[in-house]
């Protein structure tokens, strides 16, 4: 066997099983329909759910912030990199969030492998949702805390985790506020009163509910009407709905302070490029006064969801623009999706080890820049390859 064979069949290994990933290229603009490998083709399955990365308003930010301060920081923010742009959408992420600061980090991904080991080091204890995404999953073992892993948006099996744990000091609740692969809401109303009655912080991954739920746009802890406090700690992404890159943390200004001081993937990464800034800062503006964006991505996913159901699919109860077509096997949704994608519809085929074994699926997500036309080929494309996906 030659030295390095056990790559070949390791990959060969995927592939018998379905479970390959290959790459693919978009030729357009991230819009309501892409130009897919050389076809046009619904999109499906972006996370712009706003539509805000090709905002005019949002282009001219950024063409703007290139001309006055170039491409790229030059520097981690701790040296040279921090550009005053930073200030500026930190102060106004805060305001939305509710909270008395915030900081941004290189990407959502980064941003959790760093808060969390933070929060909690070797002595303490983490409870995390059983369905969280893969960077808490990540922070988590950075962190070398003691983990625990609560049953899906399940209060009374927190509950017990915490009631047996005593004997940690500092104890970390961490949740997904919308999760990804399945559209649903953490009960956060019912957690908070958890972490305020045995004294643990609350982390929440924001990521997919920034820009889509509560007031203005503000998330998943505006959606429950809670008031931010030194115990919640709101973290997510700048490229979801606000359609750029970028992640953030927003709470205490201590809590700031030391990660500052402390968040390795801060301290040791570039500042990002002026013109993300800028074109962030510019789509939070857009989103926070534009609640009808909101209302029509919501109004899309309704849609789809009550057709799709009505046309034999079976989907799980999500309450977001995140709509899992369940298919249960590997091979069946990939050749759903193929299928689809011949009829100029994109919706990606999402199998293990991003969802449990038997649960692969399509995950739908609508935009709030869809036309109904574009809904209704969709739809129409579904209704084409039935029979494919009640294949048994």
């Known amino acids: 066997m030659k030295q390095f064979e056990w790559l070949q069949t390791e990959y060969s290994e995927l592939e018998k099983a379905g479970l390959a990933r290959h790459l693919r290229t978009v030729m357009s603009a991230p819009t309501a329909t892409i130009n897919l490998d050389g076809h046009d083709v619904v999109n499906l399955g972006s996370n712009n759910y706003l539509g805000l990365s090709t905002h005019p308003d949002v282009i001219t930010a950024a063409v703007e912030a290139i001309q006055v301060y170039g491409t790229g920081a030059s520097g981690s923010r701790l040296i040279s990199g921090n550009s005053k742009l930073y200030t500026t959408l930190e102060t106004n992420l805060a305001t939305i969030k509710g909270a008395e600061a915030a900081l941004v980090f290189s990407s959502g991904y980064t941003a959790n492998l760093s ?3 933070v929060l909690a080091r070797e002595s303490a204890l ?5 369905l969280n995404h893969a960077s808490i999953i990540d922070g988590c073992r950075l962190s070398r805390a003691t983990k625990k892993v609560y049953q899906h948006c399940d209060v009374e099996h927190l509950k017990t985790l915490l009631a047996e ?6 104890k970390l609740i961490v949740t997904d506020g919308v999760f990804s692969m399945d559209g649903d809401i953490a009960p956060l109303r019912d957690i908070y009163d958890v972490a305020l ?3 643990a912080m609350l982390l929440i991954d924001d990521a997919h509910g920034f820009g889509v739920l509560g007031k203005d746009g503000g998330g998943t802890v505006a959606h429950f009407g809670l008031q931010d406090t030194d115990i919640i700690i709101q973290m997510g992404t700048l490229s979801k709905a606000v359609g750029g890159l970028g992640g953030y943390v927003a709470g205490s200004s201590a809590l700031i302070e030391l990660l500052v001081n402390r968040a390795r993937g801060f301290i040791f990464t570039t500042g990002l490029p002026p013109a993300t800034l800028a074109a962030a800062d510019a789509a939070l503006k857009i989103m926070n006064s534009s609640p009808d964006l909101q209302q029509r991505l919501l109004k899309h996913a309704e ?7 009505k046309i034999g699919y079976t989907l799980l109860p999500s309450q977001t623009q995140i ?8 091979q069946r949704t990939t050749d759903v999706a193929k299928a689809l ?6 919706a990606p085929a999402i199998r293990p080890p991003a969802v449990p074994p038997g649960t692969s699926r399509l995950r739908v997500t609508a935009m709030a820049t869809h036309t109904d036309t574009e809904i209704q080929k969709a739809i129409d494309g579904f209704a084409c390859v039935t029979h494919l996906a009640s294949q048994r």
């Open 165 to 170: 744990s005593s004997e940690f000091k500092r």
């Open 126 to 130: 983490i409870l995390s949702d059983a």
């Open 115 to 117: 808060i969390i080991p």
């Open 197 to 199: 009655n045995y004294n």
């Open 323 to 330: 709509l899992p077509v369940v298919l249960g096997e590997p």
């Open 341 to 346: 994608f011949a009829e100029g519809v994109f």
């Open 303 to 309: 849609t789809l969801k009550t057709t799709l159901t």
